[in-house]
T-cell receptor
Framework: ETGVTQSPTHLIKTRGQQVTLRCSSQ?????VSWYQQALGQGPQFIFQ???????GRGNFPPRFSGLQFPNYSSELNVNALELDDSALYLCASSLEPSAEPNEQFFGPGTRLTVL | AQKVTQAQTEISVVEKEDVTLDCVYE???????LFWYKQPPSGELVFLIRRNSFDEQNEISGRYSWNFQKSTSSFNFTITASQVVDSAVYFC????????????FGDGTTLTVKP
């Protein structure tokens, strides 16, 4: 069984640029959630994708957008990068939202630094 | 809105001591799930335990145990006979109904276990 993978591991961008982060879900999982974890804080929910549609969004501006592909992998896109976007971005996969057991599995994360 | 508070920012213990991590949550939902995750220095969040709002039975799993008290909105986590490998940041999280992918996290407790 393949776990959740994310790429790249680290990324350095400058303010105003755009970035795309990628996530491959665990085998058998069709739901992907993205979280932003700033230094010293807990992960904050950005959005979730289920069956290629956005299924809920946290308190993040529209410049944070995403996609889910037919193979359930997902992308997180951030436009017009700001210094405060520097964080660890975590992807988590799970079974469909109403399924049991209710748990999600996290990838290793992408560390984004905005200069 | 949901909220999770982990009042203990840092805890330091000596190996073999028992340690309890506190978690207090707020939610208006009548059905919800509570989780504990561990985040070692590598960054990947590791699922530890899950409890739903209908089951207040406290359990023990190996060296881990938890105390869920709905009356006080608390979900505390205890590690018995701590080991150096337990050193990590521990997060308490709350999710709506059966969707773990939309979780609200606390800001974590950094546990250091000294030999």
């Amino acid at each position: 069984e393949t776990g959740v993978t994310q790429s790249p591991t680290h990324l350095i961008k400058t303010r105003g640029q755009q970035v795309t982060l990628r996530c491959s879900s665990q085998s058998g999982h069709n739901t992907v959630s993205w979280y932003q974890q700033a230094l010293g804080q807990g992960p904050q929910f950005i959005f979730q994708y289920y069956r290629e549609e956005e299924n809920g969004r946290g308190n993040f501006p529209p410049r944070f957008s995403g996609l889910q592909f037919p193979n359930y992998s997902s992308e997180l896109n951030v436009n017009a990068l700001e210094l405060d976007d520097s964080a660890l971005y975590l992807c988590a996969s799970s079974l469909e939202p109403s399924a049991e057991p209710n748990e999600q599995f996290f990838g290793p994360g992408t560390r984004l630094t905005v200069l | 809105a949901q909220k999770v508070t982990q009042a203990q920012t840092e805890i330091s213990v000596v190996e073999k001591e028992d340690v309890t991590l506190d978690c207090v949550y707020e939610t208006r939902d009548t059905t919800y799930y509570l989780f504990w995750y561990k985040q070692p220095p590598s960054g990947e969040l590791v699922f530890l335990i899950r409890r739903n709002s209908f089951d207040e039975q406290n359990e023990i799993s190996g060296r881990y145990s938890w105390n869920f008290q709905k009356s006080t909105s608390s979900f505390n986590f205890t590690i018995t006979a701590s080991q150096v490998v337990d050193s990590a940041v521990y997060f308490c999280a709350l999710s709506e109904k059966t969707n773990a992918g939309k979780s609200t996290f606390g800001d974590g407790t950094t546990l250091t276990v000294k030999p």
